[in-house]
């Protein structure tokens, strides 16, 4: 069973700076199948990169998704005031057919 | 555009069953897989459930299989999730996601805003 782990759990950073949050894999995800969400306070999650690269519609280019295996990241290279929030991996090769990261909050410093 | 909006949620006790609806509009309905996705208070994501765009593929977790059932009415637009012998575990905000795929699970490009299932005596 593949069991996502993302770190840190909180990352404090102040806007313009650089962010990287990472999600660990128990296994290795088939053919990449791994997806980032955004999700701020009252809100649904938004999708904002998908086979581990690739950016979803709508979505600003300072969202960087890379890696593969088991290691993948996701960068955002200069933070704005509405990045603020909580950012989940999820993996959907299995098994389990889908599974969701911890979360990483990205608080204001 | 896309929308999605759940309705049903409310206060039930355990024991007790509910029914979770999702109006879907602004895309061709038939055509996608659908998925339920909850998150307790405070908590993270998981996936609940998720059927094919046909209905003929229904897939859930070890934590609700046979307590939960998905369907779907793709004349109406529609998602629905039965849920059975509802705990205090199941207590979570529920929400339809649409999934890009047709039949193979895949991420969800498209979330409603969610529907407050709480379950206490």
Redesign the interface.
């Known amino acids: 069973e593949i069991v996502l782990t993302q770190s840190p759990g909180t990352l404090s950073l102040s806007p313009g700076e650089r962010a990287s949050l990472s999600c660990r894999a128990s296994q290795s995800v088939s053919s990449s199948?791994l997806?980032w969400?955004q999700q701020k306070p009252g809100?649904?999650?938004?999708?904002l990169i998908?086979g581990a690269s690739s950016r979803?519609t709508g979505i600003p280019e300072r969202f960087i998704g890379s890696g593969s295996g088991t290691d993948f990241t996701l960068t955002i290279s200069r933070l704005e005031p509405e990045d603020f929030a909580v950012y989940?991996c999820?993996q959907?090769g299995g098994p389990?057919?889908?599974?969701?990261?911890?979360?990483t909050k990205v608080e204001i410093k | 555009q896309v929308q999605l909006v759940e309705s049903g949620g409310g206060v039930v006790q355990p024991g007790r069953s509910l029914r979770l609806s999702c109006a879907a509009s602004g895309f061709t309905f038939s055509s996608y897989a659908m998925?339920w996705v909850r998150q307790a208070p405070g908590k993270?994501?998981?996936?609940v459930a998720?059927i094919s765009h046909d209905g003929s593929i229904k897939?859930y977790?070890d934590s609700v299989k046979g307590r939960f059932t998905i369907s779907r009415d793709n004349s109406k637009n529609t998602l629905s999730l039965q849920m059975n012998g509802l705990t205090a575990d199941d207590s979570a905000v529920y929400?339809c996601a649409r999934d890009p795929a047709k039949g193979v699970?895949?991420?969800?490009?498209?979330?409603?805003?969610?529907t407050l299932v709480t379950v206490s005596s």
């Open positions: 199948y997806a969400y809100q649904a999650p938004r999708l998908y979803a989940y999820q959907y389990p057919l889908i599974s969701f990261g911890p979360g | 998925h993270g994501l998981e996936w998720v897939l977790p929400y699970p895949d991420y969800f490009d498209f979330w409603g805003q969610g």
